[in-house]
């Protein structure tokens, strides 16, 4: 079975300031590996995927993540972030062959001016 | 627009009573995920379909059911509803390029 543990459930932080939102899993098999944002009263939107290739993967909004298999960790950055990324954001996991996607229990990015 | 399409956006009904959420996944997609997300339990999976059968379930109640018709929507039935089945409901549609969500269903039970 696989799991996802997202280590904070909030983070503040200054406009233009850089951030990172941590994300371990745990998968006995390969995993496919995910970041949704989620904004108030709105469904979840993908931000980036891992499939397979490079480790560093960009997705939308200026995010990035790195996927860290001797760590098995997937955390999301970015350099500066705006008022408008206050979100909450999911990061999620599902096998390679298909299945479900389990996700975190969320991280709550409050961006202050 | 995501490409699936949840129906209808709010719901609020009565304990005791059932009701169906509606589903249409993006075009060609023949996988559909059910998820409730609550504040207590965060986004839980409830159930999936492919092309028509069911194909695993997480913790669905014995209360709630679902299908996949033939033109490859589906339909989550919540039965004799509790206070605790107030919840954000989301539909998700799998394809090579990995999963899409609906816009989700807010139902209140009152």
């Known amino acids: 079975a696989q799991s996802v543990t997202q280590l904070d459930s909030q983070v503040p932080v200054f406009e233009e300031a850089p951030v990172e939102l941590r994300c371990n899993y745990s998968s006995s098999v390969s995993v496919y590996l995910f970041w949704y944002v989620q904004y108030p009263n709105q469904g979840l939107q993908l931000l980036l995927k891992?499939?397979?290739?490079?480790?560093l993967v960009k997705g939308i909004n200026g995010f990035e993540a790195e996927f860290n298999k001797s760590q098995t960790s997937f955390h999301l950055r970015k350099p500066s972030v705006h008022i408008s990324d206050t979100a909450e954001y999911f990061c999620a996991v599902s096998r390679t062959q298909g299945g479900k996607l389990i996700f975190g229990q969320g991280t709550e990015l409050s961006v202050k001016p | 627009d995501s490409g699936v399409t949840q129906t209808p956006k709010h719901l609020i009904t009565a304990t005791g009573q059932r009701v169906t959420l509606r589903c249409s996944p993006r075009s060609g997609d023949l996988s559909v995920y059910w998820y409730q997300q609550s504040l207590d339990q965060g986004l839980q999976f409830l159930i999936q379909?492919?092309?028509?059968?069911?194909?695993a379930k997480g913790n669905i109640l014995e209360r709630f059911s679902a299908q996949q018709f033939p033109d490859l929507h589906s339909e989550l039935n919540l039965s004799s509803l509790e206070l605790g089945d107030s919840a954000l409901y989301f539909c998700a549609s799998r394809g090579n390029y990995g999963y899409t969500f609906g816009s989700g269903t807010r139902l209140t039970v009152v």
């Open positions: 379909y492919y092309n028509g059968e069911e194909r």
């Open positions: 891992y499939l397979s290739g490079s480790t």
